[in-house]
Nanobody, 123 residues
Framework: QEQLVESGGGLVQAGGSLRLSCAAS????????MGWFRQAPGKERAFVAA????????YYKESTKGRFTISRDNAKNTVYLRMTSLKPEDTAVYYC????????????????WGQGTQVTVSS
């Protein structure tokens, strides 16, 4: 059974850092365009960052540019989201997602989803 499993979330103080991981199993996602989304309490799920299969093209939500870095290790079938200078407004459940469609940033374009990992940033 193919699945995406996120890890690395937790509680961190404002200004701190976390690295999220998304491990794929059941199939290889090396040829997939991978993305991270987040859903804050009371809000809709929103795009955070994405990366193409060869790591040549990276996409970021404007408010995370310079603070978040997406990367991938296809040999490990894993995608990462390094988050620095975290702010309370970054508090959300973070989801990993996969699709064959390159360059997309909307939720409905992604076909495979993980269960999410909670990130809480205290002020």
């Amino acid at each position: 059974q193919e699945q995406l499993v996120e890890s690395g979330g937790g509680l961190v103080q404002a200004g701190g850092s976390l690295r999220l991981s998304c491990a794929a199993s059941g199939r290889s996602f090396s040829g997939y365009y991978m993305g991270w989304f987040r859903q804050a309490p009371g809000k809709e799920r929103a795009f955070v960052a994405a990366i193409d299969s060869s790591s040549d093209r990276l996409y970021y939500k404007e408010s995370t540019k310079g603070r978040f870095t997406i990367s991938r290790d296809n040999a490990k079938n894993t995608v990462y989201l390094r988050m620095t200078s975290l702010k309370p407004e970054d508090t959300a459940v973070y989801y990993c997602a996969a699709t064959r469609r390159v360059g997309v940033t909307t939720e409905r374009e992604f076909e495979h989803w993980g269960q999410g990992t909670q990130v809480t940033v205290s002020s």
